[in-house]
């Protein structure tokens, strides 16, 4: 089975705004999501993964491009995690 390359999706402030507020990208059945949120200062990125599998974590990095490997890899380790609690 050919395995095809996920993409992320970029969603912008506003049509007239180009400012990148979030960026999705479904993997399985799972949506992981990076995105901004008004509670929080606006040079922070968070991370939130769907179906309710975390939800607002913080990134360490500022940028979106490196931001989004680094949710990648809490989804990564929350899974692996639970693997190693069901063996």
Request: proline share 5%; aromatic share 10%; net charge positive.
């Amino acid at each position: 089975m050919e395995k095809t390359q996920q993409k992320w999706i970029d969603r912008k402030k506003r049509y007239d705004n180009p400012e990148i507020v979030s960026s999705e990208i479904y993997l399985g059945m799972f949506r992981l999501n990076v995105h901004k949120h008004i509670d929080y200062p606006k040079n922070i990125w968070l991370a939130s993964c769907y179906p309710d599998i975390f939800k607002c974590r913080e990134l360490k990095n500022k940028d979106l491009e490196k931001a989004k490997p680094e949710a990648v890899e809490i989804l990564k380790t929350i899974l692996k995690d639970a693997l190693k609690a069901l063996n």
